[in-house]
Nanobody
Framework: QVHLVESGGGSVQAGASLRLSCAAS????????MGWHRQAPGNQREVVAV???????EYADSVKGRFTISRDNNKNTVDLQMNSLKPEDTAVYYC??????????????WGQGTKVTVSS
């Protein structure tokens, strides 16, 4: 069983930066993709960024140019560097892991979430 633990959330002012980290532990994982999702109050959970073992990255349009996802395959960690934060980035952020398919990713593992609050 894979266990994902997020850290780095907090409350910041608009324009600030924040770095989220996620560590995976447990048995050797079968996933080949990791990512970050977020869920704001009243909204559905949405994908923010994805990175594969091969290093390919994808971002939601709303965060392109501001957020950067990175991973260390040896340490089984994935980070999300968030710059130029906006109030609309306020959400609970979830680390995720899954397997690639031709049309996307089957997300099978989730962390408990870390809250990010951005005030204007």
């Amino acid at each position: 069983q894979v266990h994902l633990v997020e850290s780095g959330g907090g409350s910041v002012q608009a324009g600030a930066s924040l770095r989220l980290s996620c560590a995976a532990s447990g048995s050797t994982p079968s996933f080949n993709a990791m990512g970050w999702h977020r869920q704001a109050p009243g909204n559905q959970r949405e994908v923010v960024a994805v990175v594969t073992y091969g290093g390919r990255t994808e971002y939601a349009d709303s965060v392109k140019g501001r957020f950067t996802i990175s991973r260390d395959n040896n340490k089984n960690t994935v980070d999300l560097q968030m710059n130029s934060l906006k109030p609309e980035d306020t959400a609970v952020y979830y680390c995720s892991a899954g397997r690639l398919r031709q049309q996307g990713v089957d997300w099978g593992y989730w962390g408990q979430g870390t809250k990010v609050t951005v005030s204007s």
